[in-house]
């Protein structure tokens, strides 16, 4: 069951002890469930109880300590021996009086890390401020390093077989984004175009099936265009309804978002306006997306593109993304945004979505792309062109629409 | 936008201040989407980055405070006045400068709240180590008291309302469930049930459409029944394969949970007398289910009953369920396991799934029910008897397929 040959497992190892040898950390306690993946395969929904996946610099694999029942799903999708997988009986589970990170704690005392330099990941989901101060008490010989984002920095630089997987979740966020256009007319819920994306999202194609996105597909509507979080609701869209479709498909936990904005019969003057000032600044970021150049320069060709038109963006026009888990598909690591000093290299991904939202609508135009020596290579093909659909029943097959 | 009358929302607060006032709490620092949503009405997928509601035990409102992006949806989706809501600037995400808890506690200092009793969610998924560690930083005159479930112990009793949403997601549950075992036969692969069932949990019914639910749907398939927590692959089903489907419909973030184990054409006698044993378990545990009773006394039943099968479960087999956001549909406050003392009230629900985990296969079947005066109301009305699908094409309509 494993997704990725066991080399290069082994490899993605080898780097994150590198960087916790450069960092001075001897035992690395991983929470998010992304990074465990990453080093390790586990993949399960069980990142809603406490589990870890501990890397120790001296040993030549790591320990998967989570609940009992998941055990055999541990066995089932990781590289590691058996005996490198532990678990905790389930009376700590939500539980006032015990916590696995207790149990957890005896564990690294027993085999002699207890006293180490051990990292954790201090600002992530999945580690919580209990977690945290139950491991202080109960190591109080170890000293513990802030190693937030210290797997997320290596998982930046992809292989050829992570791009593979996040092109076909491309193809998917192609797919699913057709059929979310498809299903928004005036007969239509918002709800019931949400379920067509989703339906495409899973399906996937014949050669290959579709994984959980890490967010649901996003459909603000209307005066909701202005909030870019909102999820759907069960009303009907109406004609003139600008509507963003935020989504992304996903294969063996590898992201590809796109997104775009609809409206449902004529467009007012305003949103083909700027749908045209969006598309141009993308146009003009990607031509400059190369190996070599600061992130920030991207988010300085925007703003030149931008600015004659008096458009000012406040908030980050994108960031890293690949493999992860809900809540969030970003990796958490470079944005495109000023001051961001991250170096472009050939196999990083990022998507670079330059939303605008202002007091009462907004726009939403987004590519996935892979930096690669001769540029930008988009995750997705898709027109920037403003999609503009029929409001009855069904769209016409015009613009917008690939079929 | 408001999903209950202003009336409830303010019955909520007014509850959680009596809880505050009870643990000594001032100032309560709210992380926990569902809580957040439970007291200000706040609904969006904004909970990848920081955000907060502070109830301050001597003001009528709450404040809100987001990711400026976030700020027109809370404006949007809750009651309070929009001064209550605040919000940072983008540049505090993602950021290793930067912390959005760092704006707040300036914020809670300025409103003269910085030298107060403060309590925190310190055992939740959206209040990392760091955001803690920076808040004792900045609030070097706070007392901080661990608050880590106070609200999800309000909402442990629901009201009429909330039980009507859980009604609607009921319905729900029902027909992913039935359209999830009408697309398991030999010519689909797991993600084609997955897809299937999707659809039905978005769309919902003519009346109201679906939210997403907090867990995706999971579909454990041949050996993978051992592990409760493995999500779907693009494998195909074969003949003989049992097939667990634990989902759940999902309306205004309420939830009503349901499991079913399917054999892909003829079942095993194992199978067949693992599913007798624990629909009898079930019967007698709902039976016991009535106001005034110990939440351990129904483990209890189901121990009694199933022991003179030789089974034992060492899992919990059940928890609070209602309003929530992902990764978790359980509250995290009552459990239906030896030594909870909780008494059972009406309005209360819960998620009653006495699963069954071995070295190479499992058994899930699952209600969830609300306590009445009456006994056990359940929200779904699905067939408890084993169900088994035709291997080809499209399964007969025999017991198990409520059509």
Request: hydrophobic letters at 35%.
């Amino acid at each position: 069951m494993l997704t990725f040959d066991i080399l290069e497992y082994q490899e993605r190892l080898k780097k994150t002890k590198a960087r916790m040898a450069k960092q001075g950390v001897e035992v690395l306690l991983i929470t998010d469930p992304a990074n465990m993946n990453y080093l390790s395969g586990y993949d399960a929904w069980s990142f809603y109880v406490h589990q870890m996946l501990i890397v120790m610099i001296d040993e030549p694999q790591p320990i998967w300590i989570g609940r009992l029942m998941d055990e055999n799903g541990a066995k089932a999708t990781t590289w590691m021996y058996d005996e490198n997988i532990m678990s905790y009986p389930d009376f700590y589970v939500n539980s006032e009086e015990y916590h696995p990170m207790q149990f957890i704690a005896e564990i690294l005392t027993e085999i002699g890390h207890g006293n180490r330099r051990i990292g954790v990941e201090m600002d992530q989901y999945y580690f919580s401020a209990k977690a945290y101060m139950t491991l202080l008490q109960k190591l109080p010989n170890a000293s513990f390093i802030d190693a937030t984002s210290l797997v997320n920095w290596v998982r930046i630089v992809k292989s050829d077989q992570e791009l593979e997987y996040m092109r076909r979740a491309g193809q998917i966020s192609e797919r699913a984004m057709q059929a979310g256009i498809q299903a928004i007319h005036t007969g239509a819920r918002e709800n019931d175009a949400a379920a067509a994306i989703y339906y495409e999202l899973i399906k996937g194609t014949e050669e290959f099936g579709g994984d959980y996105p890490s967010i649901v597909p996003m459909i603000p509507t209307g005066e909701n265009t202005s909030s870019p979080h909102l999820t759907w609701s069960d009303r009907y869209f109406e004609e003139g309804n600008a509507v963003i479709i935020e989504l992304s498909g996903c294969y063996e936990r590898y992201h590809a978002p796109l997104a775009r904005t609809i409206s449902v019969g004529h467009a007012s003057d305003r949103l083909e306006r700027l749908n045209q000032i969006v598309q141009e600044g993308i146009e003009n970021v990607l031509e400059r997306a190369k190996p070599g150049v600061y992130l920030e320069e991207l988010e300085e060709a925007w703003r030149e593109s931008t600015r004659r038109y008096g458009i000012e963006k406040e908030s980050r026009l994108g960031y890293a993304v690949g493999l992860n888990y809900p809540p969030d598909w970003g990796e958490h690591t470079a944005s495109i945004r000023k001051g961001d000093r991250t170096v472009l290299e050939p196999n990083m991904a990022f998507h670079f979505i330059p939303g605008l939202w202002f007091e009462s609508d907004g726009i939403e135009m987004s590519e996935s792309f892979v930096v690669t020596n001769q540029g930008a290579e988009l995750l997705t093909n898709y027109s920037r062109e403003l999609i503009v659909t029929s409001p009855y029943h069904f769209p016409t097959n015009s613009q917008g629409i690939i079929s």
